[in-house]
Structure formats: C-alpha cells, structure tokens
C-alpha cells in the first residue's frame, strides 16, 4: 500500500511541476519565418488607439510598470494608431491615452505585460524566439458622450 501511495504521490508531483517548466504552447500560431534565434530582450510595445474627424492628435504617458507606480518609461503625442514604442521584454507596460472631444477630456487606460517566448525546437526544427502579448488596447469605444 505504501508503494502505491509514494507512486501515486509522484506521479502527482511530476504532473504539477513539469507544467511549471515547459514553454507556453504557442500551437500552430508560430510563423518559423519570423522567429529570432536568439532570445530577443526587446520588441515594440503596440498602442491601438482611436482617431476620427475631431481627434487627430493623442497624448501619451507609458508607464514601466503599473500606473500608479509613476514609474513614467515615455511621453509623446501620437498622430496615428498604431503607436509602437521599442521597449524591453518581460515588463509589464501601461499606458494612459488623452482624448479631448467637444471640450471633455476623456482617459483610456490599459496595461499588459510583452514576452519574449521559446518555441520547442519540434514546431521550426531550430531555436526560435517570437514576442507574444504586449497589445495595449486604448481606443474609445464610444465617441458621442453628450
């Protein structure tokens, strides 16, 4: 009884720890022409934001780390979408847009954490490193507010 408890007990133990260290499945998303062969420590930082007929310009503030750290990484006014940002991976990001329309101003924030991940060498036959996430999402979603 007790060898099948110490098997079964490490059979547990396997299936909690190897997770931990496997890369994250990338499945067939992974495009092996676009891969890096060495790990990449940066990529850019993609800000989706809105313009139309009233809003042609957007302030920005990005944050190296949360936004209430305060920990300001840059600030510029974009003049389209998307706004792309080259920063270091495996940072966590935020972002603070600036719309004005009809005299209110109006903020859009969002944050996301930019990877750099290994793909397993059996999905492109080689090393291959690609950038996952990183996607900041600030555009309004409505734009008559009266």
Known sequence: MKKIFKAVACCLCLLL?????????????VNCDECDDIEPDSAYLIIDLTFS?????????????????????????AYSSPYELYVAVDRYYSVSAEYTLDDKRIKAIDG?????????????GYD???????????????????
């Open 17 to 29: 720890v190897a997770p931990a260290g496997c890369d994250e499945y990338l499945g067939g998303t």
């Open 53 to 77: 007929g009233e809003i042609s310009t957007v302030p920005l503030v990005i944050y190296n780390g949360r936004m209430e750290d305060d920990s300001i990484e840059w600030i510029d006014t």
């Open 112 to 124: 996301d954490k930019i990877y750099s991940k290994h793909v397993s060498e059996d999905i492109c």
């Open 128 to 146: 291959c490193w690609v950038i996952t996430r990183g996607i900041l999402d600030v555009r309004l979603k409505y734009e008559d507010f009266d």
